[in-house]
């Protein structure tokens, strides 16, 4: 299901205020953001649309609104774009490859402020990240925490799902797609290859609200270089 130009407009704002501010998005908010000519009345009742089609919800009854994991899935599908990483950046990438394997889950953890599990055996895994992730506002809530640190326990068995569902080398779950229940609340980004007769792989583990755009985009540029 594809939204009109104008739902688009407003879904992508409000996808890309609550990730950058983890707080609900207000149609005042979205009206003055979006410098749009509508009334006010006219966004609320987009924005009360946008909720009936399932890709809002109301924390409660005054306040804004929060995207859904299909406003998450319709915005990586249909409305984040390519970030063009810098000439730095792709150096420190290709610097990272060529120095170590271990060093790639770091990079990506301390980069991206994503739980990073990696693995290029098929078997032992690494992991960086855990103290950046439980510094996002979600892990103030106790579930998140035991969550993650089911992940962190159990992270062999977890990559197993996440290869037998995924459909392709790369692969983003959101939320309830994840493969297991102790991952709902997550984005994760699943990656697969085959180098030098080994499987290799990268799971990187945020809140649902993760700069999916910017986490992209460093994956592609790793990939084209890996």
């Known amino acids: 299901m ?8 407003i879904l992508d704002f409000l996808v890309r205020d609550f990730i950058s501010t983890a707080e609900p998005v207000s149609s005042l908010r979205i009206r003055k953001g979006l410098k749009l000519k509508e009334s006010p009345a006219t966004i609320r009742n987009i924005v009360a649309e946008l909720d009936d089609e399932g890709f809002c919800d109301q924390p409660h009854v005054s306040s804004g609104r929060v995207p859904t994991d299909t406003a998450y899935r319709y915005f990586v599908d249909n409305l984040m774009s390519e970030t063009e990483l810098s000439r730095d950046t792709i150096y420190k990438i290709r610097r ?19 739980l990073s599990f990696s693995s290029f055996d098929g078997e032992h895994f690494s992991n960086h990240g855990i103290s950046r992730l439980l510094q996002e506002p979600e892990f103030r809530n106790g579930d998140f925490m035991r969550e993650a640190g089911y992940f962190i326990d159990h992270v062999s068995e977890m990559a197993d799902l996440y290869c037998e569902r995924a459909k392709k080398d790369r692969s983003v779950f959101i939320g309830r797609e994840n493969p297991t229940s102790y991952a709902n609340a997550f984005g994760v980004f699943y990656l697969e290859s085959k180098k030098g007769g080994n499987k290799n792989t990268l799971v990187l583990v945020g809140p649902k609200r993760m700069d999916y755009e910017r986490v992209s985009s460093y994956i592609n540029c790793f990939l084209d270089i890996f």
């Open 2 to 9: 594809l939204l009109s130009e104008r739902e688009n407009r």
């Open 96 to 114: 990272m490859i060529s120095r170590e394997e271990d060093g790639i889950s770091r990079f990506f953890a301390e980069t991206l402020n994503l």
